[in-house]
């Protein structure tokens, strides 16, 4: 059965900025965002939440969830509500020279996001249903050999089974 992953519904954020550990709430399109998202999901057997809003807010709509802290996104640091065109052009030929380890933003490594998802998920039962991030939803498509590793594009509300 293994493990679903959904990715939270459209935060209310400008398009284009960097938001990672930022709690944003959700848009004003959540409920029909939300309706469609679970439309698509098959059965699960316990439901795992991000703590952030954009999160819990999905999770709550689907139904009793436990928060994961293991699940929250990526923390950017210093880019945190910052347009990704606005993030110095250094720091990103920095992050893209050393994918994996690099954090010129002063927050988290894409190592490290990996290493904390895998040891989050884990454990967790099979058939759970897991509402949470696009960073962390890249780093399970890695743990779990997906052909598309860091490259998957799963769209808000969007989900997928590892």
């Not at 209310?12 to 469609?36: E, H, I, N, Q």
């Not at 065109?85 to 250094?90: F, I, S, Y």
């Not at 039962?125 to 696009?134: Q, W």
């Amino acid at each position: 059965m293994g493990l679903t992953f959904i990715r939270h519904t459209q935060p209310d954020v400008a398009k284009g900025m960097c938001y990672g550990r930022t709690d944003l709430d959700v848009a004003d399109s959540f409920l029909d965002d939300a309706k469609r998202a679970v439309a698509s999901l098959g059965a699960h057997r316990a439901i795992f939440t991000s703590p952030l809003k954009r999160c819990r807010k999905l999770s709550d709509f689907i139904g009793e969830s436990e928060v994961l802290d293991a699940v929250i996104e990526m923390d950017f640091g210093a880019w945190e509500m910052v347009p990704w065109d606005a993030v110095p052009r250094d720091e990103l030929n920095a992050w893209a020279a050393d994918f994996d380890h690099a954090k010129p933003h002063g927050g988290e490594s894409v190592a490290e996001l990996r290493t904390r998802v895998e040891a989050g998920i884990s454990e967790l039962p099979d058939g759970s249903l897991i509402v949470t991030h696009h960073g962390v939803i890249k780093a399970a498509a890695v743990i779990f050999d997906h052909p598309e590793g860091w490259d998957i594009t799963v769209g808000f509300g969007e989900s997928i089974r590892f």
